[in-house]
């Protein structure tokens, strides 16, 4: 659990109204505040704060969704995550695969079919795999079918850059060349390197993963910016990697480009599979569905120049992802088709791995609001009144 106790004394009524006051005319809350809002601020109050930016940012009752389909080309990873249990770190590991152009394209075939828009493309960080393979697919996946391919997160581009050589803006223009449309923002659970050094010490530090979406915002790439609570980190380090997103965010466009178009984050799942679940200080993991909720909402406040905010389904489920929508969120994430990340952990998925675009909808409207498809630059595609 998150450390929550009041050190500011603040006066709890001049701190919500401080904030009010600021929300509708778009002026941004600053650190202290938030940290002071977090800790003082009820469910329903800060609810209702998040919703105030949403209403301004997004006015009116429409949420969006995606169709779209997950693929993992290959399970086996170098990185190790103590919070993962679907990686195989030895390539002979009778459950280690590659999947091969023949199975990528049933499953893109299958997805086409079902309407989707967009492929999300991502994997482990396998040594080997040379750098021509993801060229080559990437390439391959645009010459064969029409369909919008998203791909790698910048823990994978730090992959390609080990076994190539090549500098990350070098691969990411030539990933773009070859038919990448989007950097996923996979991998940044959370951005401050005393949490990822303790539950991650193999991956990319949190510079490192800056840089890299940086590079590919200077592209024109599609990014998306994420978060994963409950690694056992406090408020200050939540606070540590939300300030990191907001000000990459405020460099990008202060240079006219868009950014990150979307922020989603979840909670930490983790069962026998992984070896924080394996750990006798297991308990100490994870977030409440309400901490979830009051993060979700302090995000959305705090993160006042990234436009759209996702309530996650695979994680909690479609009922919170309801709730969640009533927090400041304007998305409910996608169809996803296929799930096995997040499934191997134990969350929701792990029995059911997909959503239909019936569905959504139904969740949508359930909370009482309008669903849209959308694509994954959040243009309307159609809305179902």
Do not use: W
């Given at each position: 659990m998150i450390d929550l106790p009041d050190m500011f004394g603040i006066d709890r009524d001049q701190l919500l109204n401080k904030v009010a006051a600021l929300l509708p005319e778009g002026r941004r809350i600053e650190r202290e505040d938030a940290a002071r809002l977090f800790r003082i601020a009820e469910l329903t109050e800060i609810g209702m704060l998040a919703n105030q930016v949403r209403q301004r940012i997004h006015p009116g009752r429409i949420v969006t969704y995606l169709v779209d389909r997950n693929i993992n080309y290959t399970n086996v990873c170098n990185s190790?995550?103590?919070?993962c249990g679907f990686y195989r770190h030895n390539p002979r590991d009778p459950e280690a695969y590659v999947n091969s152009k023949d199975v990528i394209g049933k499953k893109i075939a299958e997805a086409l079919e079902l309407g989707a828009t967009r492929i999300l493309l991502q994997g482990g960080h396998n040594d080997e795999l040379p750098y021509d393979y993801y060229l080559d697919l990437i390439s391959w996946i645009k010459d064969k079918f029409?369909?919008?391919?998203?791909?790698?997160?910048?823990?994978?581009?730090?992959?390609?850059?080990?076994?190539?050589?090549?500098?990350?803006?070098?691969?990411?223009r030539e990933l773009q060349q070859a038919g990448l449309s989007g950097l996923p923002g996979g991998g940044a659970e959370i951005l401050d390197d005393d949490v990822r050094k303790r539950v991650s010490p193999k991956k990319i530090g949190a510079d490192l993963w800056i840089e890299i979406m940086e590079a590919a915002q200077d592209l024109g790439l599609?990014?998306?910016?994420t978060m994963v609570i409950g690694l056992g980190e406090n408020l200050e380090q939540r606070l540590n990697h939300l300030d990191r997103l907001r000000e990459l965010q405020d460099r990008t466009q202060a240079r006219g480009l868009k950014g990150f178009n979307c922020f989603i984050s979840w909670n930490l799942m983790h069962n026998q599979n992984t070896s924080i679940g394996r750990s006798r200080h297991a308990a100490s993991f994870g977030a409440s569905a309400s901490e979830y909720l009051k993060n979700l909402a302090l995000c959305r406040i705090y993160l006042d120049n990234i436009p759209n905010h996702q309530s996650s389904w695979p994680t909690l489920g479609p009922d919170m992802a309801q709730v969640g929508m009533n927090f400041g969120c304007n998305d409910i994430g996608s169809t996803m088709m296929e799930e096995n990340v997040v499934s191997a952990a134990g969350a929701p998925t792990l029995h059911r791995w997909s959503m239909s675009p019936e569905e959504l909808r139904a969740h949508i409207r359930g909370a009482g609001f309008i669903p849209a498809q959308r694509n994954s630059s959040f243009e309307i595609v159609q809305i179902f009144e």
């Open positions: 190790d995550c103590s919070f029409q369909i919008e391919l998203n791909a790698f997160s910048p823990s994978e581009v730090h992959q390609m850059h080990r076994v190539s050589g090549k500098n990350y803006g070098e691969i990411l599609t990014t998306t910016a």
